[in-house]
């Protein structure tokens, strides 16, 4: 080779250095705003489940319904996210996680502006199962463009980031959209989240790298992870282990107004304290993961479920000790997010989001369960501390379901290793 060829491969050779350096370092510029935007289409997510709950007798009343009947939209939801999980995700999973985050975000805000002009509770129904139909794909999606986003061994804590959108509903977003609805009407309030996501919608285009489609199979394939024992464990740990946490908050309002002695306008309040430490319980779960296993870190922390569950049962008497548990609890129950997550992600390879999405179905299974058995002491006259004991129940039985799937996860080694193979 003669000099004039070796300066001329060696510039070529810089020059491509040059070009992917550059084309990391511009990725890594996008890597955090990216995520970020996933943060704030979380709390699009959030805002539309959770804002229910506050407004609810304001819908009772405007629509002349009553409260009980009002409640159907909060189960239809539920009911919409358990349909659209697999269904979203059949129709959009050969396509780029960034243009499908777009069109979750797109239909979010259609259907909640929808939902405000429905005149009819009829037609708040049909809409609120619309609304629930992207939340499990938006989350399923988002969760696999997290950890890809993310460093090596950090991709737990890139998660958890989306979630912390979750997290910004609870502590911002609810209390700030209760008030518009009771100050201006709870139209005002869905109208409201429409445009925050469009904003979401928007910041996916600018500012989510276009990375490629994770699905490696298609869909057909991709429901083999239907015949795995341990995604249908890992399934187990969500609808029915995290079933704990609505066992809990699902009765918080009597739980503090009739046993700890809080006044009834202090609820929000405590809410908003409950919504703080599941922020900061859902950073420290991304982290905890990172640095040991998903699996170990679900597992020890519905241990510190059932822990905390039973002291709320004893300390709630009392006003200041009552209120510490509601931040502990609230910390400890959204630290598992994030782990289970990664856990699917992990035990699902070549159908990521399907397995993904199927999670956020089964969390919302968990929602009606824990609320569902919670509420049954109370009706035998148990009294408001009883839904703890239930909770901490079904945290048990998450732990020992985490317990068959270690089990589970360490046959193929046992089956696979060869004599004399260390």
Same mark, same amino acid.
């Given at each position: 080779?003669?000099?004039?060829? #070796?300066?001329?491969f060696?510039?070529?050779?810089?020059?491509?250095?040059?070009?992917?350096?550059?084309?990391?370092?511009?990725?890594?510029?996008?890597?955090?705003?990216?995520?970020?935007?996933? +943060?704030? /289409?979380? !709390?699009?997510?959030?805002?539309?489940?959770f804002?229910m709950?506050?407004?609810?007798?304001?819908?009772?009343?405007?629509?002349s319904? #009553?409260?009980?009947?009002?409640?159907?939209?909060?189960?239809?939801? @539920?009911?919409?996210?358990?349909?659209?999980?697999?269904?979203?995700t059949?129709?959009?999973?050969?396509?780029?996680?960034?243009?499908?985050l777009?069109? !979750?975000?797109?239909l979010?805000?259609?259907?909640?502006?929808?939902?405000?002009?429905?005149? #009819?509770?009829?037609?708040?129904?049909?809409?609120?199962?619309?609304?629930?139909?992207?939340?499990?794909?938006?989350?399923?999606?988002?969760? &696999?463009?997290?950890? $890809?986003?993310?460093?090596?061994?950090?991709?737990?804590?890139?998660?958890?980031m989306?979630?912390?959108?979750l997290?910004?509903?609870?502590?911002? =977003? &609810?209390?700030?959209?209760?008030?518009m609805?009771?100050?201006i =009407?709870?139209?005002?309030?869905?109208?409201?989240?429409?445009?925050i996501a469009?904003?979401?919608?928007?910041? %996916?285009? $600018?500012?989510m790298p276009?990375?490629?489609?994770?699905?490696?199979?298609?869909?057909?394939?991709?429901? $083999?992870?239907?015949?795995?024992?341990?995604?249908?464990?890992? %399934? /187990?740990?969500?609808?029915i282990? +995290?079933g704990?946490?609505?066992?809990?908050?699902?009765?918080?309002?009597?739980? !503090?107004t009739?046993?700890?002695?809080? *006044?009834?306008?202090?609820?929000?309040?405590?809410?908003?304290?409950a919504?703080?430490?599941?922020a900061? =319980?859902?950073?420290?779960?991304?982290?905890? @993961?990172? $640095?040991?296993?998903p699996?170990?870190?679900t597992?020890?922390?519905?241990?510190?479920?059932?822990? @905390?569950?039973?002291?709320? *049962?004893?300390?709630?008497?009392?006003?200041?000790?009552?209120l510490?548990?509601?931040?502990?609890? /609230?910390?400890?129950?959204?630290?598992?997010?994030?782990? !289970?997550?990664?856990?699917?992600?992990?035990?699902?390879?070549?159908?990521?989001?399907?397995?993904s999405s199927?999670?956020?179905?089964?969390?919302?299974?968990?929602?009606?369960?824990?609320?569902?058995?919670?509420?049954l002491?109370?009706?035998? /006259?148990?009294?408001? +501390?009883?839904p703890?004991y239930?909770g901490?129940?079904?945290?048990?039985?998450?732990?020992?379901?985490?317990?068959?799937?270690?089990?589970?996860?360490?046959q193929?080694a046992?089956?696979?290793q060869?004599?004399?193979?260390?």
């Amino acid at each position: 080779m003669n000099a004039c060829t #070796s300066g001329h491969f060696l510039s070529s050779y810089t020059n491509l250095l040059y070009e992917q350096q550059m084309n990391q370092t511009s990725f890594l510029k996008t890597m955090k705003p990216g995520l970020l935007t996933l +943060t704030l /289409g979380g !709390m699009v997510v959030g805002m539309t489940e959770f804002m229910m709950m506050g407004v609810l007798p304001d819908v009772a009343n405007d629509l002349s319904v #009553s409260i009980p009947t009002a409640g159907h939209l909060i189960a239809i939801y @539920a009911l919409g996210v358990v349909i659209g999980a697999p269904l979203m995700t059949a129709l959009t999973s050969k396509y780029r996680p960034r243009y499908v985050l777009m069109g !979750m975000m797109g239909l979010f805000a259609l259907f909640n502006t929808l939902f405000a002009l429905a005149p #009819s509770f009829g037609l708040l129904l049909v809409t609120r199962l619309f609304a629930g139909l992207p939340h499990g794909a938006f989350f399923g999606m988002g969760a &696999v463009a997290a950890a $890809r986003l993310s460093e090596p061994g950090r991709e737990a804590r890139s998660v958890s980031m989306m979630f912390a959108g979750l997290t910004v509903a609870n502590i911002v =977003g &609810v209390p700030f959209g209760t008030w518009m609805s009771h100050e201006i =009407g709870w139209r005002y309030a869905f109208f409201t989240i429409a445009a925050i996501a469009v904003i979401a919608a928007l910041s %996916i285009n $600018r500012w989510m790298p276009n990375i490629a489609s994770s699905q490696t199979e298609g869909f057909g394939k991709s429901m $083999r992870v239907f015949r795995q024992a341990d995604f249908w464990l890992i %399934i /187990g740990i969500s609808s029915i282990g +995290t079933g704990g946490l609505f066992a809990w908050i699902s009765y918080i309002a009597p739980l !503090m107004t009739e046993v700890a002695g809080f *006044s009834a306008g202090s609820v929000s309040s405590i809410m908003i304290v409950a919504g703080v430490g599941m922020a900061v =319980g859902n950073f420290i779960g991304g982290r905890l @993961a990172d $640095r040991y296993s998903p699996l170990k870190t679900t597992g020890s922390l519905l241990i510190a479920m059932i822990a @905390a569950l039973l002291v709320v *049962s004893v300390v709630s008497y009392f006003k200041a000790p009552a209120l510490v548990m509601t931040f502990v609890t /609230g910390a400890i129950a959204f630290a598992v997010i994030a782990p !289970m997550q990664m856990l699917m992600i992990s035990s699902a390879k070549g159908a990521e989001m399907l397995a993904s999405s199927v999670l956020q179905a089964s969390a919302n299974m968990g929602n009606a369960l824990g609320a569902y058995l919670g509420g049954l002491p109370i009706a035998a /006259g148990f009294g408001y +501390t009883s839904p703890e004991y239930v909770g901490a129940g079904l945290a048990l039985t998450g732990f020992m379901l985490c317990l068959a799937l270690a089990k589970v996860k360490k046959q193929p080694a046992a089956v696979t290793q060869q004599p004399g193979v260390a």
